[in-house]
């Protein structure tokens, strides 16, 4: 069964203090995997799309590697304005769905 | 309007009301999608189309009736809803081929009273 598992649940950093967000995944065949950027109320913000194992994507202080197995949202000397839930999702082959995990809510403080 | 838009962005209605929820996207895509998005659970796939064919229905129950007239616009018909059906409703489009990325609208707040 495909499934997506991110860790933590909840992160609390101070500003400056670089750390990773998990996701964990299994798929029968990965098209893609993508991380979303969410704030309270709004819809997901679309951050990067990974396709192979050992790609990496950066964008400000959001850097996004991918293995066989996870992938990782490295943040670097975060502010508090990247406070939000980080959403990860797989997209199988042979489907149109992309399957979601429940996302690291991330709040980082001055 | 660019990217993708969602109406109303807040709804309440009792569970013996009929309501829309409107979706249009201004990026070209052929494919739609509905999310439902409640407290502490992942994003659940409710409908798939694409050029205008629903391609998924995950087992959504009858009182949400998708439809979707052309490429741009995608609708949800409620009605007699239940308390449980509250929750963040994601409009989302795509274009075809390949992992092509998803883009969501701001979604619609849905309160059942």
């Known amino acids: 069964e495909d499934q997506v598992t991110q860790s933590p649940e909840a992160l609390r950093l101070q500003e400056g203090e670089s750390s990773s967000l998990n996701c964990s995944y299994t798929?029968?065949?990965?098209?893609?995997l993508f991380w979303y950027r969410q704030d309270p109320g709004k819809g997901p913000e679309f951050l990067f799309t990974?396709?192979?194992a050992g790609e990496e994507k950066e964008k400000e202080r959001l850097k996004a590697t991918l293995t066989k197995k996870e992938s990782f949202l490295h943040i670097t000397a975060p502010k508090p304005e990247d406070s939000a839930t980080y959403l990860c999702?797989?997209?199988?082959?042979?489907?149109?769905?992309?399957?979601f995990g429940t996302g690291t809510r991330l709040q980082v403080f001055p | 309007e660019t990217g993708v838009t969602q109406t109303p962005r807040h709804l309440v209605m009792g569970m013996t009301n009929k309501k829309s929820l409107k979706c249009e996207q201004h990026?070209?895509?052929?494919?739609m999608y509905w999310y439902k998005q409640s407290a502490k659970k992942p994003l659940e796939l409710m409908f798939v189309?694409?050029?205008?064919?629903?391609?998924e229905n995950n087992s959504v129950p009858s009182r949400f009736s998708p439809e979707c007239p052309n490429s741009s616009h995608l609708f949800l018909h409620l009605h007699t809803l239940q308390p449980e059906d509250s929750a963040l409703y994601l409009c989302?489009?795509?274009?075809?081929?390949?992992?092509?990325?998803?883009?969501f609208g701001p979604g619609t707040r849905l309160t059942v009273l």
């Open positions: 189309y694409n050029f205008k064919e629903q391609t």
């Open positions: 990026l070209g895509h052929n494919a």
């Open positions: 999702a797989v997209h199988p082959a042979n489907t149109d769905k992309l399957i």
């Open positions: 990974l396709y192979s």
């Open positions: 989302a489009s795509r274009g075809t081929g390949g992992a092509d990325t998803q883009y």
């Open positions: 798929v029968s065949g990965l098209r893609g």
